[in-house]
């Protein structure tokens, strides 16, 4: 059960807010009815002045200086939390900021919890839980893209689509529901009120919204790409070039990839993890069969497989053995081209793409890399479109609300069951932004902030 013990406290809280180790800067945050009277104590300065910078110096209880730096203070409700919050910027010694820490503890505040900030500037209503969740987001964006996506969704873009959609959606609702409790004879007031083509419109929104948030999740979080083949493929060749330094062993000898190399890659501002695994051959060295079963393992859990290739007539021996499921994204690479006439190519197997490449020569590289992007439709993103960060829940969420409106529209000659449709979909748009949440959904996405933020 997630810790959730927070939720509704109104105490004074602070922590470190800065990254542990050694820094040139560090900061303590403190938020609550006693932020104020706590700072005054340690600095001794008589008025805080609200969103103004203060030179002070830092000092125990019993008047041992510890630090000078500088004292912010922002009174409520103009601040991050929204409550009176006071942050000590000052040298980024681990030792000195857990005594300062220490000392603002035992002045009456509490330990704050991971996220317990934002928690607080959401239920003070400075951000909806899509601006709450872009936060952390931004923290731990890999890549400039899932940074420029994570401040998208924190200066309100998903949630002012969200926000007009649902205010459609009410307005057909309560016009259904009117018309329930005050019928008119002989008047079919859904077609009236044109009730088809509205909810068709906000289900084609929810739809083209559903894209746009998939290519978000997958530019915040990535995806993990497995390389398959025979040894001596050249899988660990590729995993170096797209990595750009030796990760994997490259000799002559078969078998020497035994456990995953794995390699982390920015692909046109895309995280993507590369697992390099054992080749797959028939072996009796039990060290080498272990890493082939971890190789397949691997194939459930990745959302692209490239498999690497001498020739095309290897391709029917993977599909005999059931190795890749139907369903899988699979990408079909025929390597070292440069032993070969062969040119850089893209073609198609069954519906897949065959790549022609040399990894060696770096040949076909470039097409290669468009094949993954294609993959999961990234591969030609609109410089104007306005990306943003998503989850998983909100991906749920919005397959949820599609559900609801293809009942609708099922319904639409029993009136009171589309407006119950509709109701189930107004919830499940407002679980989104956090209107309509539940403490236990609360607790688990806070919890997963850092402490200090």
Known sequence: MVNSSFLNDDTTIAAIATAAGMGGVGVIRISGPDAFPIAQQITQVKTIVSHRATLSSFASKDGQLLDKGLLLGFRAPKSFTGEDVVEFQLHGGPALLQTLLEEVLNLGARMAMPGEFTYRAFVNNKLDL????????????STKSAVINAANSLKGDFSNKINNLLKDLIDIRMYIEACLDFPEEEIDFIEKGQIK??????????????????????????????????????????????????????????????????????????????????????????????????TKAIIE??????????????????????ILSNDKNIIWVINKIDLSSTAAKVTNYDKNPLVYVSAKCN??????????????????????????????????????????????????????L????????????????????????????????????
Do not use: W
Not at 130 to 141: L, R, Y
Not at 212 to 223: E, L, N, P, S, V
Not at 371 to 390: H, R, V
Not at 422 to 436: C, N, P, R, V
């Open 130 to 141: 899509t601006q709450a969740e872009a936060v952390s987001d931004i923290i731990n964006a």
């Open 197 to 294: 083509a509205k909810i068709e419109s906000i289900r084609q929104s929810i739809l083209d919204l559903n894209k746009i948030a998939t290519k978000g999740q997958i530019i915040q979080d990535g995806f993990q790409v497995c390389l398959v083949g025979k040894p001596n493929v050249g899988k660990s060749t590729l995993i170096n070039l797209f990595s750009k330094e030796d990760v994997a062993i490259v000799t002559d000898i078969p078998g020497t990839t035994r456990d995953p190399v794995r390699a982390s890659i920015s692909l046109n501002g895309i995280p993507i993890n590369f697992v390099d695994t054992a080749g797959i051959r028939e072996t009796n060295d039990v060290v080498e069969k272990a890493g082939i079963d971890k």
């Open 301 to 322: 859990r990745s959302a692209l497989v490239i498999v690497l290739l001498d020739d095309e007539a290897e391709i029917k021996d993977y599909l005999d053995q059931n």
């Open 363 to 416: 040949l076909g590289i470039d097409l290669l890399e468009n094949e993954i992007l294609k993959s999961f439709g990234l591969e030609s993103l609109d410089a104007n479109e306005q990306l943003f960060s998503s989850r998983q829940r909100h991906l749920e969420a919005l397959k949820q609300i599609n559900g609801y409106l293809f009942n609708a529209l099922g319904k639409l000659e029993q009136p009171e």
């Open 418 to 453: 589309v407006a119950e449709e509709l109701l189930l979909a107004q919830k499940e748009m407002s679980s989104i932004t956090g209107e309509f949440s539940t403490e236990d959904l609360l607790g688990e996405i806070f919890s997963r902030f850092c402490i200090g933020k």
